[in-house]
């Protein structure tokens, strides 16, 4: 089992083909591709950015105030996707929100749907792969410990390790 | 012993009284007073009792919910950011809508105003109250050029801004069967001058009166005297409350006097600021379509777009001074009597010392400027009846019409208007086209919904032609048959790779007679083209795009009607599905919206996407009640097959049935299906690009030949909308998956085009799925031993 998801993983990150560790230990981080795209791109990555600095603020403070942030992060990504339905990295912002309130559920679903989008613009780089494989395991941790989680979560470690490290995905970490 | 004797000497005192003889008249008057007292004591008992009631229905409406609040529905908000074509988004009609006032005279922008330059757009946003997601009240400057966007800035600052969302339009409301609005409002949130114009004009003792102000009721009835008619009311607030809230319109004595009666007991019960409060949210205040407008609340939106916290002395004034007769002297349709009014007002308040002089003479001086009204059109009003069904059942129709909650929907009013627009040009259009002999024909009913594949959001939903003649949503709740747009189901189901894919897209399908046998029928069924002629062996590529019959039917077979219904579910059809080997041909009668649901899971990548209409509800409070958060997709069918159904699809729109798409002028990534079912009864356009799935429906109610194939009906239809809301050039493209890959082929056989193949064109294939013949014939590299699908054929054709 463990073989067959260590296999899974190498294919879904592209690094079978293509050697181990082709970030170098990068990670994406949505500001740097800020200006990448059309005026809709531009705007919709913009509001991603916005729903990262919401959500980095809710780390910082407590209870109501908290909620709040969470809340403007959210409201922040489905803004984004209204402007650009195929914008992949408001999918993954969404996501890794989702799995930072413990919704794995809709962290799935988000994640496969980030995936297909990466993957249509032919932007699944490894800097992008390391991010789809961290969430997806961290969507199986939060589901419970499981072996196919930590063999995901270690893999995304290896690859970014200053990122990945800890097991999770900050907001700040993304932005 | 001499308690003993007093009583004794009280027995002897009584003893020697004697009864004396009575008169008759005295007897009467006895008679008379005792049946007086009981009279007296019945009636003193009536109207007490009457008066209980009287308190008890006060005490009842005034302590239970006081006024029913429509609950509004508001739309996604308009995000611009510098590149938006701002005409296309509309701008100004944003403006105009959200109830801006154009300041053409420069100076500072208050809150909601502003004012157009050349090539300059200068606006004070005002702060959208969200418990999730509010905006801050901001002045911006756009500058415009070209007809986009170019820059947007923080007009104190100079800051650049680089998204800007604009709040949600308020599209309609959950009206009761009174069909009344009102925005509550605190009496806190009233300016004084608002009060005091209202007082000064209806009722100037307000303060100090009971409920009824007899000063004012004799001089009323003297001045009535002398003018011979009724000229003057003497009615206070407190009446004019208790007439609105508790009493019908009937002009009797009776009324009158429990008007009277009612008002003191309600100045009795409540205070002064409760009862003002509570008529401030009741007055009726005019009409918006058939919309009763009460309230200052309300009003204060309707004529000023503005908050009534907003309000100036003079709009104050005017709002006052319509209260006795809103429509007679409407703001909107008769200025000039308004103001004169207005300035009546004004001067009575100049006269009983609530303003002084200089606040007077400004006033007057101050032009009327109103806000254009939007009307409620009803185009939302089939999006709205969606909407309550997707509510959860604790949302009746009471709740809706009644508690004022706000609840915020995914409608795209731009994308709805233009859905609305080209349904109705579309289907005038084509009944401009019949002859004389059909024009008695019920009207030709139509339906077009727009969705966005990737979260289900619905931009637009237009459910008919006419809400008011008819509220049956077609694009729920019709069920129709869906004829050729189900064709493409057939094709996923052949080329999914679970257990192999049954063809790929080089491959042939016999386009030749055909006899399928029938359990329920002793003739076979002999299915045939549009029009009745057979093309022998076509390429699966051509018969999607050419949209042939027997090619699907055949295909069907092959894969097994089953399998067809089975990938149709996964897609997002929930209609049942007989399991016949016409389904193939879409003999099964499908909703809209489940089409467009699956199509948007093509358009997706394979993935699934759910219905969403709204996205939260807000109580009257502020506080947020229900959520409904983006809820992504779900894997439904292969994403590989799905992008070989897309790219199939986009060949419909580049070359087959639905060519006059690009005839039209529409560029970039879109693909689409026509449906025509038999006899033309019912015309279908699906057609997508990366971001938008729309799908058109025309026909009859009772099902009756239109006269058109839908590439005359339905396509135009679409094609309008969609250029008007993307424009001719549609940007994005569709997610390509990987285990793709593209190989060039022999279109003729299907075989692999090497060097030397007089003809080549490029094919997807799922990887390891490419043809293993080549062209020219002698290059084989991979033969397997196998005939090929296109040699079988020919070797059968030519008998060998």
Redo the contacts between chains.
């Keep these: 089992m463990g073989l067959v998801t260590l296999v899974s993983i190498f294919t879904y990150s592209g690094c079978l083909t293509q050697g181990i560790d082709h970030t170098g230990g990068r990670a994406l981080r949505v500001s740097d591709v800020a200006e990448r795209g059309?005026?809709?791109r531009?705007?919709s990555v913009?509001?991603v950015i916005?729903g990262l600095e919401a959500d980095t603020a809710a780390d910082l403070y407590l209870g109501m105030d908290s909620e709040t942030e969470l809340?403007?992060a959210?409201?922040s990504?489905?803004?984004a996707?209204?402007?650009?339905?195929?914008n992949p990295y408001a999918?993954l912002a969404?996501a890794r929100h989702h799995l930072d309130g413990g919704d794995a559920t809709?962290a799935v679903?988000?994640i496969?749907?980030s995936a297909?989008?990466f993957?249509?613009?032919g932007l699944r780089s490894p800097e992008v792969n390391v991010h789809l494989i961290g969430l997806r395991g961290w969507s199986f941790e939060s589901r419970g410990p499981s072996g196919e989680g930590k063999i995901y979560l270690s893999r995304a470690a290896t690859l970014a390790p200053n990122v990945w490290g800890d097991g999770s995905l900050s907001a700040e970490e993304l932005r | 012993m001499a308690r003993r004797k007093a009583a004794s000497r009280k027995r002897a005192t009584s003893a020697r009284r004697k009864p004396t003889p009575r008169s008759g008249g005295q007897w009467l008057l006895r008679g008379l007073g005792g049946v007086g007292a009981a009279i007296g004591f019945a009636l003193g008992l009536a109207l007490a009792s009457w008066i209980l009631e009287i308190d008890r229905v006060v005490e009842l409406r005034f302590e239970g919910r006081r006024f029913s609040v429509p609950s509004r529905v508001y739309s996604?908000?308009l995000?611009v950011?510098?590149?938006?074509d701002w005409q296309r988004v509309d701008l100004s009609g944003w403006l105009l809508r959200l109830g801006y006032r154009e300041q053409p005279d420069g100076g500072s922008l208050q809150p909601g105003g502003y004012e157009w330059h050349p090539g300059r757009l200068r606006v004070h946003l005002r702060a959208f109250d969200h418990?999730?997601?509010p905006e801050p009240a901001r002045e911006l400057t756009f500058r415009l050029a070209g007809g986009l966007i170019k820059e947007i800035e923080e007009a104190r600052t100079g800051a650049s801004v680089?998204?800007v969302?604009l709040e949600p339009e308020p599209i309609s409301a959950f009206l009761g069967e009174n069909r009344e609005q009102r925005e509550l409002i605190k009496i806190e949130a009233v300016p004084p001058h608002l009060v005091g114009a209202i007082y000064a004009v209806e009722d100037k003792r307000f303060e100090d009166h009971y409920g009824i102000d007899l000063r004012r009721v004799v001089g009323a009835l003297l001045a009535n005297i002398k003018a011979g008619h009724v000229e003057q009311g003497a009615s206070t607030l407190t009446q004019q409350l208790v007439k609105n809230f508790f009493l019908t319109p009937e002009r009797t004595l009776r009324r009158k006097l429990r008007e009277a009666v009612m008002a003191l007991v309600v100045e009795a019960r409540y205070s002064k600021k409760e009862i003002l409060e509570a008529y401030l949210n009741e007055i009726y205040l005019g009409q918006r379509g058939s919309t009763q407008v009460h309230g200052v609340g309300e009003a204060a939106r309707l004529y000023f777009g503005k908050s009534v916290a907003a309000l100036s002395l003079a709009e104050s004034a005017l709002i006052a001074a319509i209260i006795q007769s809103p429509n007679r002297i409407s703001p909107h349709r008769q200025s000039e009597r308004a103001i004169k009014r207005r300035n009546l007002v004004l001067d009575l308040m100049l006269e009983q010392n609530r303003i002084d002089s200089a606040a007077h003479e400004s006033a007057r001086r101050e032009t009327l400027r109103l806000a254009a009204v939007s009307r409620d059109t009803g185009e939302a009003r089939y999006f709205l009846d969606a909407l309550s069904q997707q509510l959860p059942d604790v949302y009746d129709a009471e709740v809706l019409s009644s508690q004022g909650l706000r609840i915020y929907s995914t409608l795209d009013p731009r994308v709805q208007r233009s859905a609305a627009r080209a349904l109705k040009a579309g289907l005038e259009r084509i009944e401009s086209q019949w002859s004389g002999s059909r024009k008695d024909a019920p009207p030709l009913q139509g339906c077009l919904l727009a969705m966005?594949?990737?979260?289900g959001?619905i931009l637009a939903l237009v459910g008919g032609r006419d809400y008011g003649a008819s509220q049956w949503n077609r694009c729920v709740h019709a069920r129709r048959q869906v004829g050729s747009v189900f064709k493409p189901f057939v094709y996923v189901a052949a080329l999914e790779p679970g257990g192999g894919p049954v063809v790929t897209l080089a491959d042939f399908l016999d386009d030749a007679p055909l006899e399928i046998e029938r359990s329920d029928n002793p003739e076979p069924w002999r299915p045939e083209n549009y029009d009745h002629k057979f093309r022998g062996p076509v390429s699966v590529r051509e018969a999607l795009e050419r949209s042939l019959n027997v090619p699907a039917v055949r295909l069907g077979q092959r894969v097994g009607i089953a399998r067809v219904a089975s990938v149709a579910h996964a897609l997002g059809i929930t209609s049942p599905l007989p399991l016949v080997p016409s389904l193939a041909l879409g003999t099964a009668e499908v909703a809209p919206l489940e089409i467009a649901r699956a199509y948007a899971t093509l358009a997706?990548?394979g993935?699934r996407p759910t219905p969403r209409m709204f996205?939260d509800v807000v109580e009257a409070g502020g506080m947020a009640k229900e959520n409904r958060?983006?809820?992504?997709?779900?894997?439904a069918i292969d994403?590989a097959a799905a992008y070989l159904a897309v790219s199939l699809l986009e060949g419909v729109v580049d070359r087959g049935t639905a060519a006059r798409v690009r005839a039209q002028g529409m560029r970039g990534p879109i693909a689409g299906k026509t449906g025509t079912t038999d006899d033309e009864f019912d015309l279908w356009f699906v057609g997508f690009t990366?971001?938008l799935v729309a799908v058109v429906w025309v026909g009859f109610d009772d099902p009756a030949p239109v006269g058109l194939p839908s590439s005359r009906g339905a396509l135009p239809i679409w094609t309008d909308f969609i250029s008007d809301v993307l424009g001719q050039n549609v940007?994005?493209?569709?997610?390509?998956?990987?285990g793709l890959e593209q190989i060039a082929i022999d279109p003729e056989s299907g075989a692999r085009a090497l060097a030397g193949c007089p003809r080549s064109r490029t094919e997807w294939f799922l990887e390891g799925t490419g043809p293993t013949t080549t062209c020219p014939v002698e290059a084989v590299a991979e033969d397997d031993g196998q005939p090929g699908f296109f040699r079988r054929t020919f070797r059968r054709l030519l008998g060998r």
Excluded at chain 2, 452 to 455: G, H, V
Aim: net charge positive; glycine share 6%; hydrophobic share 30%.
């Design positions: 059309d005026a809709a531009r705007a913009r509001l916005q809340r403007r959210q409201g990504y489905e803004r996707i209204q402007v650009d339905p195929t999918y969404l809709q679903n988000l496969d749907q297909a989008l993957e249509a613009e | 996604a908000p995000i950011y510098p590149g938006t418990p999730l997601r680089e998204v969302v966005r594949p990737q979260t959001e997706n990548g993935r996205v958060p983006l809820q992504g997709s779900v894997p994403p990366p971001e940007r994005g493209r569709f997610p390509r998956p990987a």
